[in-house]
């Protein structure tokens, strides 16, 4: 088995976003959470100008400063949310000055954080338009961590193995 480099794949994710959507989109950025890295790319063309991977995986972050049994502290999600801005900075102030016009987030963390927000469900179809607006994403983001966590094989990486899931 042969694990890609988390930038290989954040490019990798890019150009297949890319060809769904098309370049009439204009500049996209583009946010793939999986369980042990987040990657973001961004561009304008056909191919990224710029992609990252960074260490903000559901698990790899679960892993890092949460209790597993537990609904999560005050002082826990400081922690982590702190970690998350740090670890953003520099991406985030790229991003500012990419003025991305079109953003694609995958795969079902994105979704559920999206339910979370009001968005329609995915049995309405693909065209039901999914606004999302900051104060929308600001109440879901305070529900998350209440609602129950999902168990399956995503959710069962090994602390060790959590940084080579990505």
């Known amino acids: 088995m042969h694990i890609l480099p988390g930038d290989l794949e954040a490019e990798l994710t890019f150009l297949a976003a890319r060809d769904w959507i098309g370049l009439q989109a204009g500049p996209m950025v583009l946010l793939d959470i999986g369980g042990g890295s987040l990657e973001i790319a961004s561009g304008r063309g056909r191919t990224p100008d710029f992609a990252v991977s960074l260490p903000l995986g559901v698990v790899h972050l679960t892993w890092e400063y949460l209790d597993h049994d537990a609904t999560p502290t005050p002082e826990q999600l400081r ?72 168990h399956g094989p995503s959710c069962q990486v090994s602390p060790p193995h959590a940084h080579a899931s990505a």
């Open 79 to 150: 922690r982590v949310r702190r970690r998350v801005r740090h670890e953003l900075r520099d991406v985030t102030a790229r991003m500012q000055w990419e003025e991305p016009r079109t953003a694609v987030a995958t795969p079902r963390n994105f979704h559920r954080l999206g339910r979370l927000c009001g968005a329609a469900p995915a049995r309405r179809g693909v065209f039901v338009p999914p606004p999302l607006d900051r104060h929308d994403l600001k109440a879901g983001l305070r529900r998350w961590p209440n609602c129950p966590r999902p």
